[in-house]
Nanobody, 127 residues
Framework: QVQLVESGGGLVQAGDSLRLSCAAS????????VGWFRQGPGKEREFVAA????????YYADSVKGRFTISRDNAENTVYLQMNSLKPEDTAVYYC????????????????????WGQGTQVTVSS
């Protein structure tokens, strides 16, 4: 079992930065790939970014590429999402999720493949 807790959300202005954290408890978290997803008001949940178990591979949605950076510290059982140049359209609840056996093309986008999910943290960007 892996439990995930997101933190770091808040209310910011357009152009500001935030760093989200996904803290994990449970065994073997360092063996899991981790993804960040978000769900904006009235929208479906969508992929944002993902990272492989050792940080050797990172993947981003086109909408955040160049602005967001995903990283992890396996010694601290934590994955981060650094969000810069925030826009009002980034407003959403952000979720992290862990995938023990990622495989296949674009595995990072397949929500159903993730084994564990956090409760989410709200990010609101005002214009």
């Amino acid at each position: 079992q892996v439990q995930l807790v997101e933190s770091g959300g808040g209310l910011v202005q357009a152009g500001d930065s935030l760093r989200l954290s996904c803290a994990a408890s449970g065994r073997d978290f360092s063996s899991y790939a981790v993804g960040w997803f978000r769900q904006g008001p009235g929208k479906e949940r969508e992929f944002v970014a993902a990272i492989t178990w050792n940080g050797g591979g990172t993947y981003y949605a086109d909408s955040v590429k160049g602005r967001f950076t995903i990283s992890r510290d396996n010694a601290e059982n934590t994955v981060y999402l650094q969000m810069n140049s925030l826009k009002p359209e980034d407003t959403a609840v952000y979720y992290c999720a862990a995938d023990r056996f990622p495989y296949g093309s674009a595995w990072w986008t397949r929500q159903a493949d993730y084994d564990y999910w956090g409760q989410g943290t709200q990010v609101t960007v005002s214009s």
